[in-house]
């Protein structure tokens, strides 16, 4: 099992930025790949970004490209989505997943391991 936990999270103007973490214990980090997902309301949760774990390898869905940034941080077991230039567009419950899968690992059902999702509004 894996444990995720998502500290942060919070309201600011468009235009700014905010650093989303993420915790994870439990199994082994060897293997695993991260994410990050957003929910708006009415819609489907959608890929925004992952990282694999052992290699560092990142991918971004195209709406946040140049303007998100996934990485691992110095501390063991956390991960960081820094968000820059941020839009209304980008107002969203932001979940981070895990998952020992492998392959493309840019849906929801790649993904086994959930934390409990942090809101990030953003202001026009």
């Known amino acids: 099992q894996v444990q995720l936990v998502e500290p942060g999270g919070g309201l600011v103007q468009a235009g700014g930025s905010l650093r989303l973490s993420c915790v994870a214990s439990?199994?082994?980090?060897?293997?695993?790949?991260m994410g990050w997902f957003r929910q708006a309301p009415g819609k489907d949760r959608e890929f925004v970004a992952r990282i694999s774990w052992s290699a560092g390898n990142t991918y971004y869905t195209d709406s946040v490209k140049g303007r998100f940034t996934i990485s691992r941080g110095n501390a063991k077991n956390t991960m960081y989505l820094q968000m820059n230039s941020l839009k209304p567009d980008d107002t969203a419950v932001y979940y981070c997943?895990?998952?020992?899968?492998?392959?493309?690992?840019?849906?929801?059902?790649?993904?086994?391991?959930w934390g409990q999702g942090t809101q990030v509004t953003v202001s026009s």
């Open positions: 997943a895990a998952s020992y899968r492998f392959g493309r690992l840019y849906t929801r059902y790649d993904y086994d391991y």
């Open positions: 439990g199994r082994t980090f060897n293997s695993i790949t």
